[in-house]
């Protein structure tokens, strides 16, 4: 047993103490989730703070539902990670603000850490454009998320090695692109 499925499954019992450390756990990936693929996938209106924080308390509604059936947690996590952005991307454009918050979410980032972040985000997420829709959620997932392969075959259906092979063509895929552009700048 995973120590996130052990803390699942002691939030899920009621034990408060689990259930902040679970969270402190899981969200800085999902947050990462999120912003790969909304601001990669040209949802700029889209807050990923926001979705990130949807999917937490989705995550948390559901855990009464979630039984430790041998899958990482995190796969339970990403499923509804995955049905959480699609809804953004379905979402309209514009959307009323009800209130305004009394501070900003920074994702537990200092500013130096969010500047980088979203340099990063700028520069190297149009990048997953280019590769199909499969491969860029294992990328989002191997390399935003920070999950394990295992983990990210047990989020997509797929088996270890599986992702490690389509991890493997996708960034083969994504260093030929950086060669091309790199020819065309030189």
Known sequence: MTLDNELAT???RGE??????????IRPGVLRYCWAHLRSLGRGDVSPDDVAQDICLAVFEALPRYQDRGLPFTAFVYRIAANKVADAHRAPAFRPI???????????????????????????????????????????????????????????????????????????????WARAVDGVIA
């Open 16 to 25: 408060a103490r689990a259930a902040a450390e679970l969270l402190a756990r």
């Open 10 to 12: 002691r939030a899920r």
């Open 98 to 176: 009800d209130c305004v918050p009394e501070r900003a979410d920074d994702g537990g980032f200092d500013p130096a850490e969010q500047a980088v972040l979203a340099d990063l985000s700028r520069r190297l997420l149009p990048l997953l454009n280019d590769l199909t829709d499969a491969q860029r959620e294992i990328i989002v997932l191997r390399v935003a998320a920070g999950l394990s392969a295992e983990e990210t075959g047990a989020v997509l259906g797929k088996s270890a090695a599986a992702v490690r092979m389509a991890q493997s063509r996708a960034l083969a895929r994504l260093r030929e």
